[in-house]
């Protein structure tokens, strides 16, 4: 009977806009922080599904963004010794590839891999990383007085200003200018896409327009609490946080910062975080004014954490909690929004996006989907999260990993010597009760059962001896 039959109908290819946001922590409106101003990423968050329990797998840009990209954990290929993932894993499909590969139209901005040379291999002219008419100097200048004060071949000079000019004048700015007008006519194209945005900020130095630094009282600002190291802290605890301190004007070797000098570096940090989510905040109006926002998907994630003075640490570079918890919000069409209660890592990522496109992925992703725990947010994928952070990396003879595990009451840490396969000492912080990890209590008598059942995930997750140094996966 004519018009009784079915006429399957296929659905469009699903849209990608995947949003790397450099050295943001979960300082933000959506993760608790009733202080600091990030309207869109929270608006973001309200209609996607937020991971409260994200990690990255090394807590230092380079690798961390070496495993999203390849899907493979740091310590595969010597992806923890930071060198172009290219280098480390060539033969690897990145996730770029699966896109590219199967049709998409590919666009990225800033800095999605960390080197030059993987992204131009990768994106090549679709990549923008400058802007051509840039009054920029340095790592970002535009104050003529900073400018003034770059003093080496890096080009640091302060560790922050805030002149008054547009947004587009940084970087930051231009680059959500052009990804807005890249989606006006990728929505006129018809093809699927991957626009890979990879913003700047807060990354040191903390550069934003003055705007932003004037919707923060200075006084209001709160210090850390616990500027101090941990009780029964380790030898490979500590870390001096070099990448701060070669900044002019900031204290060398072990002297300490000064409070009006902590204030004004936490004002930074939160101006370029409300800076960088307005910059956001364009990109997703635009999005939805073209309509893309039904069939796109959208990623926002932090490649690892921060601290601000916590331990009397700044940087990343460490195991801390807040060195590798990470913000990671997944916006797809036809998922409800929610907080997914699983554990999740950034190498989840890939497989994610191959899931929810329904693209075909390379057989040897080592992270899972979190598609699961997004359409089912109470499921339990994970119920721990491991990461792992190298000293000495470039020398195998004095190199030391610190590999972690966390779970929703613990965090412990293992530091071990490669060569010898020993360990350097051990770190366990009870989150119940101290959740800042002010004390390390891996000695105490009664966790001596919790040690063996945390040191027994590592060893089941990691090879922990000199084996790490082969090329193997």
Request: aromatic residues 10%.
């Amino acid at each position: 009977m004519p018009g009784c039959g079915t006429t399957k109908v296929e659905k469009k290819p699903l849209n990608v806009l995947f949003i790397a946001v450099d050295d943001l922590r979960p300082e933000l409106g959506c993760y608790g922080n009733k202080l600091i101003k990030t309207p869109n990423i929270d608006a973001l968050a309200a209609s996607g599904i937020i991971f409260d329990h994200a990690y990255c797998q090394q807590a230092i840009c380079m690798a961390s963004r070496a495993s999203i990209m390849s899907g493979m954990l740091p310590e595969t290929h010597l992806i923890f010794k930071c060198g172009p993932v290219d280098e480390a894993y060539p033969d690897q499909e990145k996730l770029d590839d699966i896109f590219k590969n199967n049709g998409y139209e590919i666009r990225a901005f800033g800095k999605i891999y960390h080197h030059k040379s993987d992204a131009q291999k990768q994106f090549g002219k679709s990549w923008v990383w400058k802007n051509p008419e840039s009054r920029e100097k340095g790592r970002g200048y535009l104050d003529p007085a900073s400018i003034s004060r770059i003093t080496d071949a890096q080009g640091r000079g302060p560790a922050y200003e805030n002149p008054d000019v547009a947004d587009d004048e940084y970087f930051d700015g231009y680059q959500a200018e052009m990804a807005a007008k890249t989606i006006d006519d990728l929505s006129k194209s018809g093809k699927p896409f991957f626009l890979a945005i990879g913003f700047h900020k807060p990354h040191l130095p903390f550069n934003a327009p003055k705007k932003y630094w004037d919707m923060y009282p200075e006084d209001e600002l709160k210090l850390a609490t616990n500027q101090y190291l941990p009780k029964n802290y380790t030898k490979n605890t500590r870390y001096n946080f070099g990448e701060l301190r070669n900044y002019p004007g900031i204290p060398k070797g072990d002297t300490l910062i000064s409070e009006p000098l902590q204030r004004k570096l936490i004002h930074g940090y939160y101006a370029c975080a409300t800076f960088t989510d307005a910059q956001i905040g364009k990109v997703l109006l635009k999005l939805k004014e073209t309509g893309l926002d039904k069939n796109t998907i959208v990623v926002l994630w932090g490649d690892h954490g921060w601290k601000l003075g916590e331990h009397g640490m700044w940087c990343k570079h460490t195991n801390f909690e807040l060195d590798g918890h990470v913000p990671l919000i997944i916006r797809a069409p036809e998922i409800l929004p929610g907080r997914a209660q699983s554990f999740a890592e950034l190498i989840d990522l890939y497989p994610t996006l191959a899931d929810l496109c329904q693209l075909p992925r390379p057989d040897n992703l080592q992270g899972q989907s979190l598609v699961p725990a997004m359409k089912e947010p109470k499921k339990q994928l994970r119920k721990v999260a491991f990461g792992m952070y190298p000293h000495n990396r470039d020398n195998n003879d004095k190199l030391v990993i610190g590999y972690s595990v966390v779970n929703n009451r613990y965090r412990y840490i293992n530091w071990i010597c490669i060569k010898t396969g020993k360990s350097e000492g051990t770190e366990l912080y009870d989150h119940a009760v101290d959740p800042a990890e002010n004390i390390n209590v891996a000695g105490d008598e009664k966790n001596k059962t919790i040690v063996a059942k945390m040191d027994s995930l590592l060893h089941t997750r990691f090879k922990m001896d000199a084996s790490i140094l082969e090329y193997s996966n």
